[in-house]
């Protein structure tokens, strides 16, 4: 089955820009993740989403980031304007409906990322 | 709030040699626990889970990981080391239970010396 597909791969730009980022899941999950992974550091969650329903953005810095999953299946996370600490890798993930009750579940699939570098 | 400690930047291990990356976590109720390998220029990928039952959970590639809750740790383990298990290691947690927010260890990077 096709992986998680992120576009683009690399991206450049410079502080006050605003920069978006896309993410198509696998076909058939329901729950979407974007993380921020900054050098260094493990993946923060930044939003969580349950088809196109929001499950937890709480770590979303909402006065510069946003995202969305209108039909509940690819999404886009949008900053602007970037600032210099948004460099790091965004990663998408996704993974099965926990509805469904299978045991795998809450097994993230994630796709290869995003390197943002703000200048 | 719940964490997840990986105390050691990298760990070094000759080919052949077992091979064991530490994590701790901290969660309020029962804990779902991960593991996650990150490859060179890859996405990170499922390594193994403990959800309940039996302490140690077997995984890919041979790898598998004991779950000790009076220590609240989860250790990852595999009996001989590769070279291509070279990789960054990446423990993570959650509360037990649906639609549960997962967080993940800063990472432990495996360098296995041929």
């Known amino acids: 089955e096709a992986g998680v597909a992120q576009s683009p791969r690399y991206k450049i730009i410079e502080k006050r820009q605003s920069v978006a980022f896309w993410c198509n899941p696998i076909?058939?999950?329901?729950?979407l993740y974007w993380y921020q992974q900054i050098l260094g550091q493990g993946p923060k969650l930044l939003i969580q989403?349950?088809?196109?329903?929001?499950?937890?953005d709480s770590q979303l810095p909402k006065d510069r980031f946003s995202a969305e999953r209108l039909k509940g299946v690819d999404s886009t996370l949008k900053i602007q304007p970037a600032k210099l600490e948004d460099s790091a890798v965004y990663l998408c993930?996704?993974?099965?409906?926990?509805?469904?009750?299978?045991?795998?579940?809450?097994?993230?699939?994630f796709g290869p990322g995003t390197r943002l570098t703000v200048l | 709030a719940q964490s997840v400690a990986q105390p050691e930047d990298q760990v070094n291990v000759a080919e052949g040699n077992p091979l064991t990356v530490k994590c701790t976590y901290s969660?309020?109720?029962?804990?779902?626990l991960f593991w996650y390998v990150q490859y060179p220029n890859r996405g990170l990928q499922f390594l193994l889970k403990y959800i309940t039952g039996d302490n140690l959970v077997k995984g890919s590639y041979g790898f598998e990981a004991e779950f000790n809750k009076s220590q609240t740790s989860f250790h990852l383990k595999k009996p001989s080391a590769l070279v291509s298990d070279s990789a960054l290691y990446f423990c993570a947690v959650s509360k037990s239970g649906g639609y549960q927010k997962v967080t993940f260890g800063i990472g432990t990077k495996l360098q296995v010396i041929p």
């Open positions: 993930a996704s993974s099965l409906d926990w509805a469904l009750r299978k045991s795998s579940y809450n097994e993230q699939f």
């Open positions: 969660v309020s109720g029962n804990p779902y």
């Open positions: 989403f349950q088809n196109n329903g929001v499950v937890d």
């Open positions: 076909s058939g999950h329901a729950t």
